[in-house]
């Protein structure tokens, strides 16, 4: 079942401005994930922010983690039109060991 | 360090036939994962397989199965196609004790 629910479905903005994206979770973790997806290809890892880290930077890219919330934020400054794509949060579940449990994705697109 | 690689590139069935993925994990990488990703959607969990025995399957029909062989790499097998079947199918692999997964390119598909 999926686990994680991004916010909003889909983001439109120009390039050079700031797009935030949001994940909503509901069991406990031991740490979250962000992946990016090109059009109908294969994810890439971008940044893994563990339970007990409330921020963590990595280029232009900033995320935080509210576990009181069980929400978390995905910020792309100063975006580019390489950044169009869509963007997955993943975590784990305490039960299931390495097994990732994924939200649906938000859609970015950078406009020129 | 070779990524991982998926093959076929693109698969063509008809309904009722029976469909053979193949995935080469990152050297080293003991765990793959197998997801189906239908178009504009997100992940969703196929099967786990580690040290070549399954750990966990998602909610699918029987008739989607796999194996691990000696060497971590690992087939999914879908019999008995139907048309929803329709997707892009999505390896990872990953270390031993880590929640970071590598992902193919996906293998795109098409049941007509």
């Known amino acids: 079942s999926q686990q994680g629910e991004e916010d909003p479905q889909a983001l439109s903005i120009q390039e050079g401005e700031n797009a935030t994206m949001n994940c909503s979770y509901k069991?406990?973790?031991?740490?979250l994930q962000w992946y990016r997806q090109n059009s109908g290809r294969g994810l890439v890892h971008l940044i893994l922010?563990?339970?007990n880290e409330r921020e963590k930077h990595s280029g232009r890219l900033r995320v935080t983690l509210d576990t009181s919330k069980k929400s978390s934020s995905l910020l792309i400054t100063a975006s580019r039109a390489a950044d169009t794509a869509s963007y997955f949060c993943?975590?784990?579940?305490?039960?299931?060991?390495?097994?990732?449990?994924w939200g649906a994705g938000t859609k970015l697109i950078i406009k020129p | 360090e070779a990524g991982v690689t998926q093959s076929p590139t693109h698969l063509i069935k008809t309904r009722g036939q029976q469909a053979t993925l193949r995935c080469s994990p990152i050297?080293?990488?003991?765990?793959v994962y197998w997801y189906q990703q239908a178009l504009g959607l997100g992940l969703q969990f196929l099967l786990w397989?580690?040290?070549?025995?399954?750990?966990n399957r998602g909610n699918f029909p029987p008739r989607f199965s796999g194996r691990q062989f000696p060497n971590y790499s690992s087939e999914l097998n879908v019999n008995a196609l139907e048309l929803e079947d329709s997707a892009l199918y999505l390896c990872?692999?990953?270390?031993?004790?880590?929640?970071?997964?590598?992902f193919g390119p996906g293998t795109r598909l098409t049941v007509l």
């Open positions: 990872a692999s990953s270390l031993e004790g880590s929640y970071e997964q590598f």
């Open positions: 069991t406990s973790i031991n740490n």
């Open positions: 993943a975590t784990d579940d305490l039960d299931s060991n390495y097994q990732l449990i």
């Open positions: 050297s080293g990488h003991t765990s």
């Open positions: 922010i563990r339970s």
């Open positions: 397989y580690d040290e070549g025995e399954e750990r």
